[in-house]
Nanobody, 127 residues
Framework: QVQLVESGGGLVQAGDSLKVSCVVP????????MGWFRQAPGKEREFVAE????????YYGDSMKGRVTISRDNAKSTVTLQMSSLKPEDTAIYYC????????????????????WGQGTQVTVSS
């Protein structure tokens, strides 16, 4: 079973920056495309960003485009989401997810594309 472990969430103020990370132990990380999604209470899970296995292809969702950067370090089996200019509406649980295929375009935006999910990390932005 593939484990994904997120960390780095917390309570911040509007306008602050925050970095969340996801570690995938077990040696398979470098073969996965990795995505970040978020889910606010009462809302559907929303695509934030995806990075291909080699880092050459990156997609961003509209909700945080321009305020978020996804990156990965295959040597450390880690994918990171750097968020800036955070707003109260960014409050959500942030999940990392692993794609065992090679999604492109709109497939990367679809949660059903991803085979493995972490437990999520809470990000709360106060006004």
């Amino acid at each position: 079973q593939v484990q994904l472990v997120e960390s780095g969430g917390g309570l911040v103020q509007a306008g602050d920056s925050l970095k969340v990370s996801c570690v995938v132990p077990g040696g398979m990380f470098s073969s996965f495309g990795m995505g970040w999604f978020r889910q606010a209470p009462g809302k559907e899970r929303e695509f934030v960003a995806e990075i291909s296995w080699n880092g050459q292809h990156i997609y961003y969702g509209d909700s945080m485009k321009g305020r978020v950067t996804i990156s990965r370090d295959n040597a450390k089996s880690t994918v990171t989401l750097q968020m800036s200019s955070l707003k109260p509406e960014d409050t959500a649980i942030y999940y990392c997810a692993a794609d065992t295929g090679y999604c492109s375009g709109s497939k990367c935006y679809d949660p059903s594309t991803y085979a493995y999910w972490g437990q999520g990390t809470q990000v709360t932005v106060s006004s």
